[in-house]
Nanobody
């Protein structure tokens, strides 16, 4: 059974940093790309960052480029999102995501709130 469990969210001041983690289980983690999405109140869910199975290639939403970094540790079956220079508009629930062809899987989400 595929499980994605996020952690690391919280309340941070503008300009601060957070590191999100997503622990994966139930599949051969190293073979699959992993993504982080986010959904702010009243807005659609959007892709934040994606990383290939071996971690060689990444891509980011324009709004987070140069501030966020996605990485993975295939030995720990974990994907990370390092978020720096956080802004109030980064406030959202952040979700871990993976897809195996048609089936797709989401974590339960972790709340990130950027506020002074």
């Amino acid at each position: 059974q595929v499980q994605l469990v996020e952690s690391g969210g919280g309340l941070v001041q503008p300009g601060g940093s957070l590191r999100l983690s997503c622990a994966a289980s139930g599949f051969t983690f190293k073979y699959y790309p992993m993504s982080w999405y986010r959904q702010a109140p009243g807005k659609e869910r959007e892709l934040v960052a994606r990383i290939t199975g071996r971690g060689v290639a990444t891509n980011y939403a324009d709004s987070v480029k140069d501030r966020f970094t996605i990485s993975r540790d295939n030995a720990k079956n974990t994907v990370y999102l390092q978020m720096n220079s956080l802004k109030p508009e980064d406030t959202a629930v952040y979700y871990c995501y993976c897809r195996f062809g048609a089936p797709e899987y989401w974590g339960q989400g972790t709340q990130v709130t950027v506020s002074s």
